[in-house]
């Protein structure tokens, strides 16, 4: 029997949505980067959750603890409904908190991942001070952020997005090492999220959408990316 959840993330693979896009396009980065650091005794945190998706499908879904943690109640409200339908409640944790306070102590996650969020942020650098502190030595972060220019404005941005130097700059700064960046969410991509935004309808072409994974790296900078994400290592 299919849950809700169960049965979004299925329609999620046709039909695109601004949920299933980012599943498809930055949520493949993000899926290599928890599984080269899979391994059993590890805890998670994903900082500004959301819906919850991609903590369920990343960590949770493998047996690995994580805190989902957000500012919004509803958006928190939503992810403990998610959880709870996808049947992973014992290894999830849920706290109300900005990323820029985290209410945990230091040294207790192992993998940090943080997906959209610093642009909305008036101290980013103070969010991924945070997320170190929070973090051991050797712990991963996986961020994502938007890459300039806008297409459409969006008025919970602090900032229209980031170059990569000015990420990494930023990334490092707060006592990371940058491992590796990657664009996503390319023209083509961004062509449907402007008609999205614009009809409000989903459109039957999320496996047109896929062929974007097979861009070569030297190439997306070229091809307008929505968005950027930075992998990252804890320096001791």
């Known amino acids: 029997m299919l849950t809700g959840y169960r049965a979004k993330r299925l329609l999620g693979l046709l039909f695109a949505n601004s949920q299933s896009i980012r599943w498809m396009t930055q949520g493949r980065i993000l899926r290599r980067a928890a599984s080269e650091f899979r391994r059993p005794g590890i805890r998670a945190l994903d900082a500004g959750c959301g819906g919850g998706s991609y903590a369920i499908e990343n960590h949770l879904r493998h047996g690995t603890p994580a805190m989902l943690c957000d500012y919004a109640a509803d958006l928190l409200a939503m992810a403990r409904r ?120 989903p459109l039957p072409v999320n496996p047109l959408l896929a062929l974007e994974n097979l861009v070569p790296r030297r190439w997306r900078e070229r091809l307008l990316p929505y968005d950027i994400v930075v992998v990252a290592e804890a320096r001791a």
């Open 82 to 201: 998610q959880v709870g339908e996808s049947g992973l409640t014992t290894t999830a944790e849920f706290a109300q908190c900005s990323a820029e306070e985290l209410r945990f102590g230091d040294g207790e996650f192992d993998f940090v991942q943080c997906m959209e969020v610093l642009e909305h942020l008036h101290h980013p650098e103070r969010a991924l001070a945070e997320f170190r502190r929070v973090a051991r030595p050797g712990a991963r972060l996986v961020i994502s952020v938007p890459h300039p220019p806008e297409w459409f404005p969006n008025e919970g941005h602090v900032v229209e997005g980031y170059r990569e130097g000015e990420i990494t700059r930023l990334v490092e700064a707060a006592g990371w090492r940058v491992v590796r960046t990657e664009y996503c969410m390319l023209i083509l991509t961004r062509m449907v999220l402007w008609m999205l935004q614009t009809f409000r309808f």
